[in-house]
């Protein structure tokens, strides 16, 4: 039944590149049917409230289409669309009161009414809606967000929660066939946040309409939605039913934003075998032998037994009560797993753990190896990523050495200036550091991403300028924003070059 309904909503390509050459949005498609709640997901700064104001109309694409019941809606103004906006930070009128607020769009709307004159031909005139339809529908819309009574409260001494209300209030009023959410909850405290989800969840039941839903809260899209969108830097990382997002996540940038998870590093060993922590599984997943992979397990899916009687033992080095269940971290060798389980094992037990194959969920791994397009300075330094840095030239021609004026000698005795020859160049992921000293390292970054790989974190680092990412693998612990410089041993830049340089 779901699938069958029509699309409402289809983006084609949407970007949005902003005058700074910021790309908000890069290259996304994605569509949207009748009567659905979709959630956009993903951190601060990825696109979301991007992509919201183009489909409003607030904000224009730099290409890609926004499709309405299968036309293009790019030319139409945000108040020509039947789509209503309930912004981030909700804007009510502080001098209105909450009778006023609602009613407020109603007042400006004319509609189409068609009258006869006395020799029966027919004409249209726009009119204003009369006093006594507004305040019906202003009554309905303080109705379905709990606010009957409030009409003369002036919004000023309303709580947070009824000042999101009036401002759904608002939007829904106007009997929009799609209402855009921009993180309606965001000001609200935990409690009320949970009690307005099930109520917004509730009102979608009731009024039947679209619903699209932005927040950067995993749960609150997982309890809401009937399909996700998790996105990162403009582009989407998947789309699914919240079960999908959960159980099978495409990349481990999805696992690890979808609540708790282990990600390890392991290795196809063979048909339906998966070997992580120094152990081989059988998993559910076909992939080609000796693939390097991401492998999630949920701590909710390992199940602990006593020593040696499970697939792999080890030590509990902590255990935290959380409520319902303790969280346990299990050592085994140089891994660390998180554990979840209702009866607690002390710190310093001895135990073994067994993983389902259904629980073993396999993602090809994102990345293998930096690869940047570089080219050779006259110092014989290599400039990459917006930075320069110390390298060996003589590997781009075999047996060869560098005379003392810096020229490149070969075996065959040709003399070669490198200045300016383009090369490609490609560095490990355990190639690496990075430094607290800007002054360190060839190039200059933010940390942008940190995730826990099991025994080791991933990291990315992005430089201001180009946006060059530089991603490897570290065991130290960093915070997200830290700015650093990148360190690469000079041996390890391997450097091919783009063309054969003519003698
Ligand atoms: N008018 C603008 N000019 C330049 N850059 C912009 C503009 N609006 C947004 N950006 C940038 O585009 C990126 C995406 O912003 P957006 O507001 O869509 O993120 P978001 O996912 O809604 O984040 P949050 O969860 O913090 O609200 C950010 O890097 C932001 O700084
Ligand atoms: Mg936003």
């Known amino acids: 039944m779901e699938n069958k309904r029509e699309k409402i909503i289809e983006i084609k390509n949407l970007t949005r590149e902003f005058e700074d050459g910021v790309v908000a949005v890069d290259d996304i498609s994605f569509y949207v049917r009748k009567g659905e709640f979709v959630t956009f997901l993903g951190p601060s700064g990825c696109g979301k409230t991007t992509t919201l104001r183009m489909i409003a109309g ?13 036309q293009d809606i790019s030319a139409l103004p945000p108040n020509k669309r039947p789509i209503n906006t309930v912004f981030q930070r909700y804007a009510l009128f502080p001098h209105l009161n909450v009778y006023e607020n609602i009613a407020f769009g109603l007042k400006l709307k004319r509609v189409k009414v068609t009258y006869e004159d006395a020799s029966g031909k027919q004409f249209v005139k726009k009119e204003k809606l009369s006093k006594k339809v507004i305040a019906a529908k202003v009554e309905k819309a303080l109705k379905m967000v709990d606010l009957e009574g409030f009409e003369k409260r002036s919004v000023s001494t309303l709580s947070g929660g009824q000042q999101q209300r009036v401002a759904i ?50 749960e609150e899209a997982l309890t809401m939605s009937d399909t ?24 481990s940038f999805v696992a690890d934003f979808i609540g708790e998870s282990n990600i390890f590093s392991g290795t196809i060993v063979g048909n339906r075998k998966v070997r992580f922590i120094n152990t081989t599984f059988d998993c559910v997943d076909d992939f080609e032998k ?32 959380k409520g319902v269940h303790y969280e346990m971290v299990m050592k085994v060798g140089k891994s660390e797993i998180v554990i979840q389980d209702t009866i607690e094992r002390k710190v310093g037990e001895k135990v073994s753990l067994v993983i ?32 320069e840095f110390d ?49 360190a390292g060839g190039a200059i970054g933010n940390i942008v991403s940190m995730i826990y790989k099991g025994d080791h974190y991933q990291l990315i680092v992005r430089t201001d300028e180009n946006e060059e990412d530089f991603v490897f693998d570290t065991e130290d612990t960093w915070n997200e924003n830290d700015r650093v410089s990148v360190v690469i041993a000079k041996d390890k830049i391997k450097l091919s070059l783009k063309q054969e340089i003519k003698r």
């Open 290 to 321: 000796n693939e390097k992979v991401d492998v999630v397990v949920r701590p909710e899916d390992v199940v602990l037994k006593d020593e040696g009687e499970g697939q792999v033992d080890g030590k509990i080095i902590s255990s935290i009560f």
């Open 228 to 251: 996700i969108v998790v996105m990162k830097d403009g582009v989407i990382q998947q789309i699914g039913t919240p079960t999908d997002i959960y159980n099978e996540p495409k990349n």
């Open 391 to 439: 390298c060996d030239v003589t590997q781009l021609y075999p047996g060869s050495f560098l005379d003392e004026e810096g020229y490149l000698i070969t075996t065959e005795g040709d003399k070669i200036d490198l200045t300016d020859v383009d090369v490609n160049v490609e560095v490990g992921l355990k190639d690496i550091e990075i430094s607290d000293d800007e002054n």
């Open 169 to 218: 209030a608002r939007a829904i009023v106007n009997e929009p066939e799609i209402l855009l959410l921009d993180e309606p909850l965001g000001a609200l405290d935990l409690k009320m946040r949970k009690d307005m989800q099930l109520e917004l969840k509730e009102m979608h039941k009731k009024l039947g309409i679209t619903f699209i839903y932005v927040t950067h809260d995993q």
């Open 356 to 387: 389902q194959p259904n629980d073993i969920h396999i993602m090809e791994k994102e990345f293998t190896e930096n690869k940047y397009d570089g080219y050779i300075t006259k110092r014989n330094t290599v400039c990459f990523g917006d930075g």
């Open 58 to 70: 607030f904000d224009k694409p730099s290409k890609g289409q926004i499709l309405l019941n299968g």
